[in-house]
């Protein structure tokens, strides 16, 4: 926001900061405070504190749920934003996440609880967070498995869960076929999707 200048008063005229204490300040957003924000705000919390969503990759997507549909009945995958809950106050929105028929106790009303799969996809203006803070954030919670699509790299990153830390099942570069270490058989082929994405 730009500052103005009153040409009567030769004041500067400030924008209207009262309306930013409606909300409550970083680093002290709550998990009731973020589930009454509109349906349409597109965020994360993290730690208390509010960061941007991801974008979703709508073809990952229908690869990941006509595959369930046919080796793994009663799963169920979504995509953002469908925020998923890692701790006290810290939610999470990966642009698809997977949940097995096993742990659909898992499922709650507005958000999920340790999800099976996780898929980010990095953006440029949040390469640190996304290859960074939630991969740790991930594993912590105790998701199996992480896939990191990097369009910018062109590589796609799948992480399994040794501890409560990842280890890489594998690094994929463009042409290469990225396979699932959790799903028996799910593969993409990241020649095809990464191009999609540029």
Not at 102 to 120: A, G, L, N
Not at 168 to 181: K, L, M, P, R, W
Request: proline share 6%; aromatic share 10%.
């Amino acid at each position: 926001m730009t500052l103005g200048f009153n040409d009567e008063t030769d004041t500067v005229k400030e924008p209207a900061w009262e309306v930013a204490y409606l909300f409550p300040a970083q680093g002290e957003w709550t998990e009731e405070d973020y589930f009454a924000l509109p349906d349409n705000t597109r965020l994360e919390l993290a730690a208390g504190r509010l960061e941007r969503f991801q974008r979703i990759v709508a073809f990952l997507y229908r690869l990941l749920l006509s595959f369930i549909g046919q080796r793994y009945p009663g799963a169920e995958a979504l995509f953002a934003s469908l925020p998923i809950r890692l701790g006290p106050n810290t939610l999470r929105e990966p642009d698809i996440v997977l949940m097995l028929p096993e742990h659909r106790h898992r499922i709650h009303e507005q958000y999920w609880e340790k999800p099976d799969m996780v898929i980010e996809v990095v953006l440029p203006k949040n390469r640190a967070t996304d290859l960074r803070d939630k991969r740790r954030e991930y594993a912590q919670a105790g998701i199996p498995e992480c896939w990191i699509v990097d369009p910018q790299s062109k590589t796609v990153t799948v992480l399994k869960l040794s501890g409560e830390t990842y280890v890489v099942h594998g690094a994929y570069g463009y042409g290469d076929i990225a396979e699932s270490a959790l799903l028996d058989g799910f593969r993409v082929d990241s020649r095809r999707h990464l191009a999609r994405r540029n």
